[in-house]
């Protein structure tokens, strides 16, 4: 039997973008989700924004994991739901916890030994700046391992809230005089810690050694809510 040059015929591959390839439904899903930006956004947020069924959802999603469009990232605060992320973007530090966390777990030992190295530099000095801090323990050699300002100030300020240092600014008298006036510096407490490894009714709790307290809100992405770390304190 002939066959005629219709039957020889193969299909050829979409050459369209992923983007040009999606369908009404998936752009919908994936303009929300991008929206999101580092943040992304739940499953079941999404299918509530979007007032679709859970296997349509998951449907959609599959085909957009397929197009390389999203990806599914871990979520510090709940590893059971699945968070979206437009793949584009990175997930940012309230998804992943930041510095503060390795392999999705708080890392309680770098917390502690960068506040006992705070609170040695800020006792021999009396009184430092954030970046004189940073630079004090750079050149110190207390720590091998790379960190960023940002994270020494964020340790500071868990610090401040534990007692163990104030936060007070330069009158450029005194002990001050060579800090610039209304600069942001650090002093020991009374107690005078000499940067001993911290203990008391905060210390046995993850709010203690947490460097994201300050951001804890009731209701806010970092709450006692949604952090898993507490309720296992609270189960225990």
Same mark, same amino acid.
């Given at each position: 039997?002939?066959?005629?040059?219709?039957?020889?015929?193969?299909?050829?591959?979409?050459?369209?973008?992923?983007?040009?390839?999606?369908?009404?439904?998936?752009?919908?899903?994936?303009?929300?989700?991008?929206?999101?930006?580092?943040?992304?956004?739940?499953?079941?947020? =999404?299918?509530?924004?979007?007032?679709?069924?859970?296997?349509?959802?998951?449907?959609?999603?599959?085909?957009?994991?397929?197009?390389? =469009?999203?990806?599914?990232?871990?979520?510090?605060?709940?590893?059971?739901?699945?968070?979206?992320?437009?793949?584009?973007?990175?997930?940012?530090?309230?998804?992943?916890?930041?510095?503060?966390?390795?392999?999705?777990?708080?890392?309680?030992?770098?917390?502690?030994? =960068?506040?006992?190295?705070?609170?040695?530099?800020?006792?021999?000095?009396?009184?430092?700046?954030?970046?004189?801090?940073?630079?004090?323990?750079?050149?110190?050699?207390?720590?091998?391992?790379?960190?960023?300002?940002?994270?020494?100030?964020?340790?500071?300020?868990?610090?401040?809230?534990?007692?163990?240092?104030?936060?007070?600014?330069?009158?450029?008298?005194?002990?001050?005089?060579?800090?610039?006036?209304?600069?942001?510096?650090?002093?020991?407490?009374?107690?005078?810690?000499?940067?001993?490894?911290?203990?008391?009714?905060?210390?046995?709790?993850?709010?203690?050694?947490?460097?994201?307290?300050?951001?804890?809100?009731?209701?806010?992405?970092?709450?006692?809510?949604?952090?898993?770390?507490?309720?296992?304190?609270?189960?225990?």
């Amino acid at each position: 039997m002939s066959r005629g040059p219709s039957s020889l015929k193969r299909k050829q591959p979409d050459s369209r973008s992923p983007l040009e390839s999606l369908t009404e439904q998936e752009r919908i899903l994936y303009n929300v989700i991008r929206s999101k930006q580092g943040i992304g956004i739940w499953l079941g947020d =999404l299918r509530k924004e979007l007032n679709i069924p859970d296997n349509v959802a998951k449907k959609f999603l599959k085909s957009l994991e397929a197009k390389k =469009l999203i990806k599914l990232v871990a979520n510090v605060h709940s590893k059971i739901k699945k968070h979206y992320l437009a793949t584009e973007f990175e997930p940012s530090a309230e998804i992943t916890g930041g510095a503060w966390y390795a392999d999705g777990k708080l890392d309680t030992g770098f917390i502690n030994i =960068l506040k006992s190295c705070c609170l040695k530099v800020i006792y021999n000095q009396r009184v430092v700046t954030l970046e004189g801090l940073s630079d004090a323990i750079r050149r110190s050699g207390l720590l091998t391992v790379d960190f960023t300002t940002q994270q020494i100030e964020e340790i500071a300020k868990t610090l401040v809230l534990d007692n163990e240092i104030v936060e007070v600014e330069s009158n450029g008298v005194g002990e001050f005089d060579s800090i610039l006036v209304g600069k942001v510096c650090y002093k020991c407490t009374s107690k005078g810690s000499r940067g001993d490894p911290i203990t008391g009714a905060m210390a046995s709790i993850p709010c203690g050694v947490c460097p994201r307290i300050s951001d804890c809100t009731p209701d806010g992405i970092i709450s006692p809510k949604t952090c898993r770390y507490y309720t296992e304190w609270l189960n225990f």
